[in-house]
């Protein structure tokens, strides 16, 4: 922590914030701080101010700190966790978070030391979820007989792996007796994106204090150089030392080391201040500071005497002055030192010339391999860092394979990742590297390549994977067998990706034909439960078939999280052939597999696809809560970046069907991943904001959802015709509908009846500007393609078919009857109020045109009040505009004036260019006015005409002479 060397000055009211969570903390009502600003503006003199009053109230205090290192996880948490293994024993610690050694050396590596080649337990999401769940656990037991206060320094240097595990402790140990506190630099664009997570969460929890430092003002700048300096300083020096420091406590201090009584003589730059700072000290104390830059923010005292070949008396003799002068500050561990300042470290450290600096990173490697424990965290990474500095780049190889193995041990997926990019980058630098590292490149290649399929980060997965199958194939070593594995996992990470299909198929043919059935095998199994995946939406008693033979194999060798998978699929297949009950059981038994033993990914994998199921069965409120409580397993699991999306979108999909528009606005949010989940949610997003009214939002997101390969799913041109009719773009619907025909033969039965309603409306709705018999062959064409019985595990399905029949009726006026099917079909749908209003409203039209007022008042009365229930403006103006157009007063509801003689000139130029089929966008350029201003015009003109889109409007032109015939 920062010690008062800086002086206190002027945040009253942020430390009585943080006392007030202190107290919240007493009444098991804590919460999580954020105290965010630039470098030097005294987060971390608050954060000690606060950490003291907490001791003072009897709260057990643990701070850590993050290190500039890449690749070092859990950094903070070791370090604020590295007393309580001496207070309490390792054993104790064991209990207190139910964590085994092997997980908890993750954060505590006392409970067993990483020693290079020791077998690593399988790492994966739900390894991580379960060392997330233990520390949240230990940090609660901690809790019970005092509150605990955990401060974590710097996050800005936070691996991603550290964020998420302050982010899942944030969200759990909100409402208990456990304060968290975090220190972050004010965020430019690149550290924005590494925090994204951490904004993300404290912009969307409700039990996060964010705390943001501004400069202090001249009235404390002067209470803060009156504390430095022992007197009262002029009021003409605290303002220069103002002007220059803008408040910046740690820049005020500078100064006034330097002479606040000659303002003028002053640096200019931080940088100068602290070079000043720095050579005051006797030259072998510069050079001790020197070398203390290059080991790191943090250093043992005995690294220093191994590295550089000096006694401890000499090495503490040459620091004092350091320390006096309070560059390097003592470690609470006694044995440590520290820069008091980042700044400080890094001006030091550019004052090593470039050879002496590798000379430097060599000898710190040298000793760090001899005694690993001098190492501030992870030993392999900091080697790894070193060597590759000192530019020896085959032991920075052989350090950044055992640093993967380290964070793998850890459970840590990214900053394995990391090194294992690392390690592929120096692989050709290295004559032998094959040797040295116990590995042939392409299963390195293959290696990287799963940890970035469980990052999320599919596009670099499949790249590594392809990489991994060619490298094997020029192997004169390589077996068949292992040519199959690698095809089986690149199959796994080009399935979450739609654009890749074909590709797809052929690598799971390829995974199948090379990896033997006998004996059973988990690769065998990884290759079945593939290939059954694939096959969901190709031929679905295939899919069947393999994910039960995948289930036993599975079973056979003991691979829970490939029986759980396979579980998960065959469930998927058996309801999509209509044996719904039987598909849920084996759902369910796929979630207590996951359960039990700990799977946290196939308990996503199984939410995700039963509510799916329970959704498509129109059992929308089970769907939404299997979906809700999946969502909540997948951010306390690690595995919301993977899945998240998949289960949000099912989330938000079952609230948005059963008029829940708010909730499912809620659920649908930014999330981490290039999942293929991502691009349904975009695509959802698109077709609520639709509907809400607010066109230029949903097409933003459907161009998000474009971004992620979302036309490549059925369900997205559907959307995409939809918002295109909503305002009354029949055209756009068209040309969005131009593969329906493709889309027809690899569709299920709901989505080929939802996608054929939806093209035969934007057909009649073209209908005036095309030759009739296109009309009619195209409408036959679609009526056609309709799938008059469909599984009963897509009860929506019949009330789209029956919504398709309807909408071919507008082509003939055929009466009422169509739509009296199609409103009877959607009254016996859970939800889909949308669709029913839609119906309602056509219903209601389809009387008045029959000559039966009553009724029809009745139908557009239903749809105007379902309209004003969801929120839905386009669907409120069809049903008011049928209603205008027909001269049919609804309840509550005028019919204003209207007709052809209340236009106004320019109204009637816009109407002109309607009939002529021009956009807003074209009517604005020709009129020379703004786009907003042609879109109030046509308002006012389908209001005036009474009219409920710009095709009837043209009609209404047409037939009253406002334009010339066609």
């Not at 220069?240 to 406590?249: F, I, Q």
């Not at 059935?517 to 593939?530: K, T």
Request: with cysteine; hydrophobic share 45%; glycine share 10%.
């Amino acid at each position: 922590m920062a010690s008062d060397h800086v002086g206190f000055a002027g945040r009253a009211r942020e430390l009585d914030r943080l006392d007030e969570l202190l107290s919240a903390a007493e009444r098991g009502a804590s919460r999580t701080a954020l105290v965010t600003g630039e470098a030097g503006i005294g987060k971390s003199t608050l954060v000690e101010r606060a950490a003291a009053r907490a001791l003072e109230r009897g709260h057990r205090v643990l701070v850590g700190r993050c290190l500039p290192v890449q690749g070092i996880v859990y950094d903070a948490f070791v370090d604020a966790l590295g007393g309580l293994a001496e207070e309490l024993g390792v054993e104790r610690l064991g209990e207190l978070s139910g964590l085994p050694p092997g997980v908890l050396r993750a954060v505590v590596p006392e409970a067993r030391p990483f020693v290079a080649g020791d077998p690593v337990d399988p790492v994966g999401p739900g390894a991580q979820a379960r060392l997330f769940d233990g520390v949240g656990k230990l940090l609660r037991r901690l809790a019970e007989p005092a509150p605990v206060l955990v401060v974590v320094e710097d996050l800005h240097w936070a691996h991603p792996t550290t964020l998420a595990l302050f982010c899942v402790l944030s969200q759990r140990l909100a409402g208990q007796r456990v304060t968290l506190i975090g220190t972050e630099r004010q965020p430019g664009p690149a550290l924005e994106r590494h925090l994204a997570p951490l904004l993300s969460e404290t912009s969307r929890g409700d039990h996060v204090d964010r705390l943001h430092l501004v400069g202090l003002s001249e009235h404390d700048v002067g209470i803060q150089l009156r504390g430095l300096v022992g007197e009262e300083p002029s009021r003409a020096v605290v303002r220069s030392v103002l002007a220059r420091s803008e408040g910046n406590p740690l820049f005020v201090r500078e100064l006034a080391v330097q002479d606040p009584g000659s303002p003028d003589e002053v640096p200019h730059r931080l940088r100068d201040l602290f070079e000043t700072t720095l050579l005051s000290l006797p030259e072998e104390t510069q050079h001790l500071v020197r070398l203390c830059a290059a080991a790191g923010r943090r250093v043992h005292h005995l690294l220093l005497c191994r590295a550089f070949g000096l006694a401890p008396h000499v090495v503490a003799d040459r620091l004092r002055p350091a320390v006096r002068a309070q560059i390097l500050v003592p470690d609470g561990d006694g044995v440590s030192y520290g820069f008091r300042h980042v700044l400080l470290a890094e001006t030091a450290g550019d004052a090593l010339l470039p050879g002496e600096s590798q000379g430097v990173h060599a000898r710190l490697a040298e000793a760090l391999e001899g005694e690993p424990g001098l190492a501030s965290t992870a030993p392999a990474a900091e080697l790894a860092h070193h060597w590759g500095l000192a530019g020896e780049p085959d032991r920075a190889l052989v350090w950044s394979v055992t640093a993967a193995e380290e964070a793998d041990a850890s459970h840590a997926l990214d900053a394995a990742l990391l090194h294992l990019d690392r390690a592929v980058e120096l692989w050709d630098d290295v004559p032998d590297a094959a040797r040295l590292v116990g590995r042939r490149r392409w299963q390195v290649l293959s290696w990287q390549g799963s940890m970035a399929n469980l990052a999320g980060q599919n596009a670099k997965a499949i790249a590594l994977m392809e990489r991994a199958v060619e490298e094997h194939r020029a192997d004169p070593e390589g077996t068949p067998a292992e040519l199959g594995a690698l095809y089986s996992r690149l199959t796994i990470c080009l399935g979450t990706v739609v654009p890749h299909a074909e590709e797809t198929l052929d690598a799971s043919r390829r995974a199948l034909e090379l990896v033997p059935e006998s004996p059973p095998s988990a690769v065998r199994a990884e290759a079945l439960a593939s290939a059954a995946h694939l096959h969901l939406r190709i031929d679905v008693r295939a899919a069947r078939d393999l994910a039960r033979e995948a289930a036993e194999v599975a079973g056979t060798v003991t691979a829970r999280p490939l029986e759980a998978r396979a579980r998960t699929l065959l469930g998927m297949s058996l309801a999509s052939l209509g044996d719904l009950e039987a598909g849920l059981a084996s759902i369910d038994e796929a979630h207590e597999l996951g359960v039990r033993h700990e799977l946290h990914e196939e308990v996503a994998r199984s939410a995700m696809y039963g509510s799916q199921i329970l959704i498509r069965a129109g059992r929308l409120a089970e769907g939404a809560a299997v979906a809700l409580e999946g969502v909540r397993c997948a951010r306390e699991g690690g595995v919301f970046s993977k899945w998240g999306s998949g289960i949000a979108g099912n989330a938000a999909s079952a609230l948005f069907l059963s008029g829940r528009w708010d909730d499912a606005a809620r659920q649908i949010v930014e999330v981490d991943g290039d999942t293929g989940g991502t691009a349904w949610l975009y695509t959802l997003h698109a077709r609520l904001l639709g509907f809400r009214g607010l066109a230029d939002e949903a097409a933003r997101s459907l161009r998000l959802a474009r971004e992620h390969h979302g036309e490549d799913d059925p369900h997205y041109p559907v959307v995409a015709a939809s918002l295109a009719l909503l305002v009354d773009d029949p055209d756009s619907a068209g040309k969005a509908l131009s593969p329906w025909r493709q889309l027809v033969e690899v569709s299920h039965d709901a989505t080929v009846n939802e996608l054929c309603a939806v093209a035969l409306r934007t057909a009649v709705d073209r209908a005036p500007r095309l030759p009739a018999e296109e009309t009619r062959l195209l409408v036959d064409e679609l009526l056609d393609a309709v799938r008059t019985r469909p599984t009963r595990a897509l009860v929506h399905a019949t009330a789209w078919g029956a919504t398709a029949r309807a909408e071919a009726s507008r082509l003939v006026r055929g009466g009422p009857d169509a739509w009296l099917d199609a409103t009877d079909a959607w009254r016996r749908v859970d939800g889909w109020w949308h669709a029913r209003c839609y119906c309602l409203a056509r219903l209601g039209e389809a009387h008045a045109l029959a000559g039966r007022s009553g009724p029809a008042r009745e139908a557009l009365s239903e749809a105007v009040s379902i309209a004003e229930e969801l929120g839905s403006p386009p669907l409120l103006e069809l049903a008011l505009g049928l209603a205008r157009f027909h001269r049919l007063v609804l309840a509550g509801h005028s019919t204003p004036v209207h007709g052809p003689e209340a236009l106004t000139v320019r109204e009637r130029e816009v109407l002109a260019l309607i009939t002529v089929g021009h956009t807003n966008r074209r009517i604005a350029r020709d009129l020379g006015i703004s786009e907003k201003t042609v879109s109030v015009h046509v308002s006012n003109v389908l209001r005036k005409l009474g009219v409920g889109s710009r095709t009837e409007a043209a009609g209404v032109a047409f037939r009253e002479g406002l334009a010339a015939d066609p």
